[in-house]
């Protein structure tokens, strides 16, 4: 292959991780553009979390919010394949805003020893059909 296209295909996973990371990195009904854009976990940094059994609890008054509805629910450690787990959360919203990648399987392990998150999101590049997998650690509840 030409250099020309090796340095094309590297430039189209940064690419695909930039926007990755802009989709985890920003919380949802904060861009008046599309407020669906985002993570929805980032809109829970202040709330109430249970490590023994990995959920998240409401630490306020959110009946205003519907938008938030069923999100206590979930569990952090999982994998997209349920739908009762944030790892879903964020697969939907990549399938949403990331039409670059087809087949997309997230998961995410939270450690509690190191109180990090550990994020794995998987797929096919469509115009490639390679496979692409993005890592990332958050750090959270300090």
Do not use: C
Not at 34 to 43: A, I, L, R, S, T
Not at 54 to 66: A, I, L, Q, R, W
Request: glycine letters at 4%; aromatic letters at 12%; a neutral charge.
């Amino acid at each position: 292959m030409s250099p020309k296209g090796l340095a094309r295909e590297e430039k189209l996973k940064k690419s695909l991780d930039a926007s990755i990371f802009l989709i985890l990195t920003t919380p949802q009904f904060s861009t008046p553009a599309d407020p669906q854009f985002g993570f929805v976990f980032n809109n829970l940094r202040f709330e109430i979390f249970n490590e023994n059994e990995g959920v998240v609890y409401d630490s306020g008054d959110t009946k205003s919010m519907d938008d938030l509805q069923g999100i206590y629910d979930k569990k952090i450690s999982g994998s997209s394949k349920s739908i009762n787990t944030f790892a879903s959360e964020l697969k939907e919203s990549v399938l949403k805003y990331e039409r670059r990648l087809e087949d997309v399987a997230v998961s995410m392990t939270y450690i509690r020893e190191e109180r990090q998150i550990y994020i794995t999101v998987k797929g096919v590049i469509v115009s490639t059909k390679e496979n692409y997998v993005y890592k990332q650690t958050i750090r959270v509840w300090n």
